[in-house]
């Protein structure tokens, strides 16, 4: 198709959905959320359609940006957003959505361009889970999700669960060549993983970071084996079931719980499930051992979980650009025993800091030396190990000092006990780890 006349035919095509919308809304025959919602799917659905539209990147990186010109007006102009936004922008609720929909279809469309499984399943879930989620969550919602992420149900996160495997199995099935085990398999883990980069998501960001996690998600899956496929499918349940055994005991909210979910099944699935052994030993011994105190209320929300795990993911990124994998899984192991550190200090402050600073210098060589042993690597690079280790002490030590200057929830507090870890994990490439 000449792409001028695809271009043209989709703006006639969202122009129209639009309006349509915008009618149903003004003379009320739909509600706020089911009219934002309407367009939401229909424009969704137009988007999966571009790899039979379109077969090159500038018609759809045009579309996008004629698209954000267009909405920038109906959000910024009141006027505008009266009389042709009230499809869009009548939910009470601060959302940038529709700006981050066409960003991400054409940063898609840059990372799988042209390809009906890459491209289009990604805008597929994106537009019928989201809004199955956000349908069942206004009408049958009773269970609120703790989080920043707005009101959000468990009953909405469930019909987007399966509303998402329902979105990938489908196409899978009908258009790839896999089995129906590997098709069952990627489509349920999906399913769930997704589930969770929605319950993360705040103002809008999930019509940006569904699209983008889902393609990350089924590049590396397409062309893997039903036992790999079969291993993180157990994984993603066994995560799902122990944060939820768990949520009752925590200072996490429930967005906080599904970024340390996720973050934990990236380590495991990029470096080998030997990376999990630190974050869930960190994470159970925050539960169980540094237990929340009876009829506190989860005050952690999914930054203090991202402040958490962003030092360890730093050691992983490293690996996946070059670093050695003993050398990346050595600074992995340290970040993760400085951060538990920094958890010890900061969870028992208020109780007794000589027993913060020693719970929080104890902690970290636990995890370090179950982290080796699990990794076969003891007693090999003994040193590497004790450096790991010892990573903690400097760690427990520098935010004792800090922790008095600091506000309790503030940003400079979690941007502190981010940074340390950070600091303090090269400890053991100074062993001169072996690449192999």
């Given amino acids: 198709m000449n792409p001028w006349l695809g271009i043209a035919g989709v703006l ?7 309006a349509v919308g915008g009618l149903a809304r003004q003379r009320g025959w739909l509600q706020p959320e089911d009219a934002r919602k309407l367009v939401h799917v229909a424009l969704g659905i137009v988007i999966a359609a571009f790899p039979w539209v379109f077969h090159e990147l500038w018609p759809v990186v045009t579309l996008a940006g004629l698209a954000v010109a267009v909405l920038l007006p109906l959000r910024l102009v009141p006027a505008l957003r009266a009389r042709h936004g009230a499809a869009l922008h009548d939910v009470q609720r601060d959302s940038l959505g529709e700006l981050y929909f066409p960003v991400a279809a054409a ?3 840059c990372l799988a361009p042209g390809d009906p499984l890459r491209f289009s399943i990604p ?5 019928s889970a989201d809004a199955a989620a956000a349908v069942v969550g206004v009408r049958y919602g009773r269970t609120e999700l703790t989080g920043r992420s707005g009101r959000k149900s468990w009953e909405g996160a469930a019909a987007f669960g399966v509303t998402a495997y329902l979105a990938v199995h489908a196409p899978l099935l009908l258009f790839s060549d896999l089995g129906r085990a590997e098709c ?6 999906f399913g769930m993983l997704m589930t969770g980069v929605e319950a993360v998501s705040w103002r809008g960001l999930d019509n940006l970071f569904i699209p983008l996690v889902g393609w990350l998600l089924l590049d590396s899956w397409l062309g893997l084996p039903t036992s790999a496929l079969g291993e993180r499918f157990g994984v993603s349940v066994g995560l799902c079931l122990f944060v939820v055994a768990l949520r009752r005991r925590r200072t996490l909210d429930d967005g906080a719980l599904a970024a340390g979910m996720l973050a934990a099944f990236v380590a495991g699935a990029v470096g080998g499930w030997i990376w999990l052994v630190p974050p869930m ?3 159970l011994g925050y539960t169980v051992v540094w ?4 009829g506190a209320a989860p005050r952690h929300d999914s930054r203090v979980a991202l402040a958490v795990v962003l030092p360890g993911l730093c050691w992983l990124a490293a690996g996946q650009l070059g670093l050695p994998w003993r050398s990346a ?10 951060t538990a550190a920094c958890v010890g200090v900061a969870t ?3 109780r007794s800091r000589p027993l913060a600073v020693v719970s929080g210098s104890v902690a970290g060589p636990i995890i370090a030396l179950a982290a080796w042993l699990a990794a076969g690597m003891w007693p090999a690079d003994l040193l590497a190990l004790a450096l790991a280790a010892l990573a903690a002490l400097p760690a427990a030590a520098l935010f004792a000092l800090v922790r008095p200057r600091l506000a309790l929830d503030s940003p400079t507090r979690w941007s502190v006990q981010c940074l340390l870890p950070l600091v303090c994990s090269p400890l053991p490439l100074l062993a001169g780890i072996p690449p192999s």
């Fill in 12 to 18: 006639v095509v969202l122009g129209l959905i639009n």
């Fill in 348 to 350: 028992l402050w208020t």
């Fill in 291 to 294: 237990r929340l105190p009876p």
């Fill in 107 to 109: 940063v898609l469309w």
């Fill in 281 to 283: 030993l960190l994470f």
């Fill in 184 to 189: 069952l398999l990627i489509s349920a883990t």
């Fill in 123 to 127: 805008m597929l879930v994106l537009a």
């Fill in 329 to 338: 899984f050595a600074g992995y192991v340290a970040a993760w025993a400085a």
